[in-house]
Nanobody, 127 residues
Framework: QVQLGESGGGLVQAGDSLRLSCAAS????????MGWFRQAPGKEREFVAA???????YYADSVKGRFTISRDNTKNMVSLEMNRLKPEDTAAYFC?????????????????????WGQGTQVTVSS
């Protein structure tokens, strides 16, 4: 059974940093694209960041320069380093994996391109 498990969420103040981690089990995602999405109450799930199999990264404009996605293929893990957090970053953050060849090579931004999802971890940023 394939599982993705996020950790590292919490309550922080504006300007603080958090590091989210996602551990995969049940299969290896070394050749897969991995991504982070977030969903705030009353809003649709939105793309945050992605990393392809070669390590190339992609970011939403709202987080570019503040967030960094990385992967550790030896541990089958992906992380999201979040700096200079803002109240508008408050959301549930979801890890996702895509087995689509296109996404593995070029990165994908749409949630429907991802096949596996974690349960999410809450990030709350107070002002």
């Amino acid at each position: 059974q394939v599982q993705l498990g996020e950790s590292g969420g919490g309550l922080v103040q504006a300007g603080d940093s958090l590091r989210l981690s996602c551990a995969a089990s049940g299969r290896t995602f070394t050749s897969s694209a991995m991504g982070w999405f977030r969903q705030a109450p009353g809003k649709e799930r939105e793309f945050v960041a992605a990393i392809n199999r070669s390590g190339r990264t992609y970011y939403a404009d709202s987080v570019k320069g503040r967030f960094t996605i990385s992967r550790d293929n030896t541990k089958n893990m992906v992380s999201l380093e979040m700096n200079r957090l803002k109240p508008e970053d408050t959301a549930a953050y979801f890890c996702a994996a895509s087995v689509r060849d296109y996404c593995s090579g070029y990165g994908c931004y749409a949630s429907y391109d991802y096949n596996y999802w974690g349960q999410g971890t809450q990030v709350t940023v107070s002002s």
